[in-house]
Nanobody, 128 residues
Framework: QVQLVESGGGLVQAGGSLRLSCTAS????????MGWFRQAPGKERECAAA????????YYADSVKGRFTISRDDAKNTVYLQMNSLKPEDTAVYYC?????????????????????WGQGTQVTVSS
């Protein structure tokens, strides 16, 4: 099992930026594919961005393409989500997730059921 702790959420005006961080401890981080999910009130949890364990493949939801960037620093056991040009519809709780089983070199996974471990979430609120 890996423990995940998110940070960096907060309140920002539309058009602003935030960088979320997720630091892992426990199991070897570099073997994990990672994802950032978000869940707004009354909506299903959706994958905003994902990155393969190799870092060579990424996925972005259409709604965040060109604005969000996922990256990982295995030396720091940390995955980041840089969020620019934020919109009110980006308001949600953002969760970091790790997948350790059945991971392929280029696998960037978008289904929350594919992930093994989750952080507690961090609130992002974008005001108009």
């Amino acid at each position: 099992q890996v423990q995940l702790v998110e940070s960096g959420g907060g309140l920002v005006q539309a058009g602003g930026s935030l960088r979320l961080s997720c630091t892992a401890s426990g199991r070897t981080f570099s073997n994990n594919a990672m994802g950032w999910f978000r869940q707004a009130p009354g909506k299903e949890r959706e994958c905003a961005a994902a990155i393969s364990w190799s870092g060579g493949n990424t996925y972005y939801a259409d709604s965040v393409k060109g604005r969000f960037t996922i990256s990982r620093d295995d030396a720091k056991n940390t995955v980041y989500l840089q969020m620019n040009s934020l919109k009110p519809e980006d308001t949600a709780v953002y969760y970091c997730a790790a997948k350790s089983r059945g991971v392929t070199f280029y696998g960037a996974y978008t289904n929350p059921r594919q992930y093994d471990d989750w952080g507690q979430g961090t609130q992002v609120t974008v005001s108009s």
